[in-house]
């Protein structure tokens, strides 16, 4: 297929993006009605049993998407903490499952709606996730032997951390200016100028130019204006080898130190946001394969289809692909400061319920 054809299906797709989104958990849907193993005597009450889960995990997909962490920072601490308040206490085996399956649907809507919002960096992200291949990787086969209350504290620590350095951080850097021309972005079908950046190799509708010096400017859907340059690897190398590690250990890290490192080299918020989904969606996917067929090559836990809590996804699922979805509008109307307080606190206080869980309260 010629480059001129992969750019046509990829601008058709993303042009529709939203209906093809939301189709996929109606196919999930109907999978789990007709073949998915569930009960006998699986009736109405059987799969309505958990529909207020829906409303919570809109809430939770859209809070996690629009500032670019895992969702299952948000998901596990609910499932263990609060799902049992009104249900009733869940397997570890069971958490990791639905977590995993809500969301691998809300972190794909998410990244591919940021992506049609034009705000990600491809180049960034994928050299992001290349670095952090090994790190992912080897965290994922270390928590096979080490225990898990290890992990919680030890990323409890490393939250309280990135919760601080994010207080600390000045976010004012390279706040989005209206664009000058009277044609805001190239859009997909609209008319692009010489005056607008126009990178043929782009995702999305977005404007993307990078000058000798190694700035780059990035107009978004809304014809806003982002200016920084991709400097700073080895900051970002760090924290990411960091947050590769735990999220292969836990399922969840690399968003959250991710996003510092980016803030931390300039990088404007809502591209590092944008940016952050899909290097999250891609270690996560890849540490959730190293659990599922790891764990089976050397005795640690697998993913039995026959277990899992059918009447719980099928509310869970289309939950956070909506929730995914609303995410870029939400970050995109959020004010820079608003956004740093809202994430900072938002990781103190995924630090302290993690040490909760290591402390077995």
Do not use: C
Request: hydrophobic share 50%; charged share 10%.
């Amino acid at each position: 297929m010629s480059s001129q054809s992969l750019s046509h299906v990829q601008k058709s797709f993303l042009k529709y993006q939203h209906i093809l989104v939301f189709i996929a958990p109606v196919l999930f849907i109907a999978a789990v009605f007709t073949v998915a193993p569930t009960p006998t005597d699986a009736g109405m009450d059987y799969w309505l049993n958990y529909w207020w889960l829906f409303p919570v995990f809109v809430l939770g997909a859209t809070t996690v998407n629009t500032v670019g962490i895992s969702g299952s920072a948000l998901f596990v601490p609910f499932l263990i903490f609060i799902f049992p308040v009104f249900a009733h206490p869940l397997e570890p085996a069971t958490i990791v499952k639905v977590g995993l399956i809500s969301e691998a649907f809300g972190l794909s809507s998410s990244a591919v709606a940021f992506i049609q919002y034009g705000l990600v960096d491809r180049r960034l992200a994928l050299s992001l996730v290349a670095g952090s291949i090994p790190f992912v990787v080897g965290g994922a086969l270390l928590s096979f032997v080490i225990p898990e209350v290890v992990f919680h504290a030890l990323l409890g620590i490393a939250l309280l951390a990135a919760s601080y350095l994010l207080f600390k951080a000045d976010l004012g850097h390279d706040e989005p200016s209206g664009s000058s021309s009277e044609h805001a972005a190239a859009t997909d079908g609209g008319t692009v100028t010489s005056s607008l950046p126009n990178d043929p190799g782009k995702l999305g509708p977005a404007g993307v130019r990078t000058d000798d010096d190694g700035t780059v400017t990035r107009v978004d859907r809304e014809g806003d204006d982002y200016t920084y340059t991709r400097g700073g690897y080895l900051r970002r190398f760090a924290n990411y080898s960091i947050g590769g590690t735990f999220q292969g250990l836990a399922g969840f890290g690399v968003g959250e130190l991710g996003i510092i490192s980016m803030l931390s080299t300039k990088v404007p918020v809502r591209v590092a946001i944008g940016t952050n989904h899909i290097v999250v969606a891609l270690t996560a996917i890849l540490a959730s394969l190293v659990h599922v067929f790891g764990g089976g090559l050397v005795g640690g836990h697998t993913l039995s289809l026959a277990s899992t809590p059918w009447n719980m996804v099928i509310f869970t699922v289309p939950a956070t692909v909506l929730g995914g979805q609303i995410a870029p509008y939400v970050s995109n109307a959020l004010e820079t400061e608003t956004i740093k307080t809202f994430v900072g606190g938002l990781f103190a206080v995924i630090s302290i319920a993690l040490f909760l869980m290591a402390a077995g309260i």
